[in-house]
C-alpha cells in the first residue's frame, strides 16, 4: 500500500509540473523591464521617423541590454526567432526596418482579439526603442 501511495504522489506531481511547462513557455503577463539609456542624446517627445542612433557604438550596447530583457523571450537571443514571433534578423536595414520597427513596437499586434505582441509606447522610452534597432541592425541577415 504504501508503494501505491508513493507513486500516485509521484505521479500527481509529475502532472502538475507538467501543466506549468505550457505557462513558461507561454507569451504569458511578462512585466517589460526599465532601460538605462544613459549616454544617448534625448529625443524629446516628437517621435524621430528615422533611427537617430544607427551605428552608434553606446546605443547598440544598451540595445543589446534592453532586447535581452525586454524582446529575446519572444524573439529570441541574438533576434534568432526559436517559431513564436519572427526572427528580427531578417527586419529590413535602413528607414524601411525602421518604419516597420517602430510601428510594430510602438503600437504592437493583436489580431482576432490575441495580443501577438505588447505595445511598448507607454512602456519603453523612444530612446530605448531606437537603441534596440539600432542594435538589431547588428545582427541583420539578408
Known sequence: MKHSTQTLGALLAALFLAAQVPAALAHGDVVPQ???????????????????YREEKTAIR?????YNQNCARC????????????????LPKGDE????FLQRI??????????????FEE?????AMWAIRAWLETVHEE
Open 106 to 119: 510602438r503600437k504592437g499586434a493583436v489580431r482576432d482579439g490575441r495580443v501577438y505582441m505588447p505595445p
Open 62 to 66: 544598451i540595445g543589446d541590454s534592453a
Open 123 to 127: 512602456t519603453l522610452s523612444q530612446e
Open 97 to 100: 526596418g525602421d518604419e516597420i
Open 75 to 90: 524573439h529570441g537571443l541574438g533576434g534568432v526567432s526559436g517559431g513564436i514571433a519572427p526572427d528580427l534578423r531578417y
Open 34 to 52: 526599465a532601460v538605462d539609456t544613459t549616454g544617448l542624446k534625448k529625443l524629446g517627445a516628437d517621435w524621430q521617423t528615422a533611427n537617430p
